[in-house]
């Protein structure tokens, strides 16, 4: 049975190891997994075939292409995680359930404006 993946997750984590050693942060696993959810929202997904791990679509050459817009986009959600680490929102909000689907701002209230500048 073939298997949809997103290939551009596995991008994303490759290339974050490479990036976060320059950034000084927490890299804690929830951290990481929030930076990777972040950059994955940003980014466009890149579903290919697999079966028993065996990919199907020529994806090694557009590979490269992913690469610098990955790295920028790891950057930007390193910043914004750096700023509210979950785990910090999540004990002040003082409740699990939360949903996954929330990536995109975790804090709600106080912060106002979106500095883009580091
Ligand atoms: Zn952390």
Redesign the pocket.
């Known amino acids: 049975m073939p298997n949809l993946k997103n290939h551009m997750e596995e991008v994303v984590f490759n290339q974050m190891k490479y990036v976060l050693e320059d950034v000084k942060m927490?890299?804690?696993?929830?951290?990481q997994m929030d930076i990777a959810a972040i950059a994955l929202n940003e980014l466009p997904p890149k579903y290919v075939v697999t079966e028993k791990g065996v990919l199907f679509s020529k994806i090694d050459s557009l590979q490269q292409q992913f690469e610098i817009d990955v790295t920028a986009a790891i950057i930007k959600a390193a910043q914004i995680v750096r700023k509210a680490?979950?785990?910090d929102v999540a004990a002040k909000a003082g409740g699990a359930g939360a949903a996954a689907a929330g990536a995109a701002g975790p804090a709600s209230g106080s912060g106002s404006g979106s500095a883009a500048g580091g």
């Open positions: 927490c890299k804690c696993e929830k951290c680490p979950w785990h």
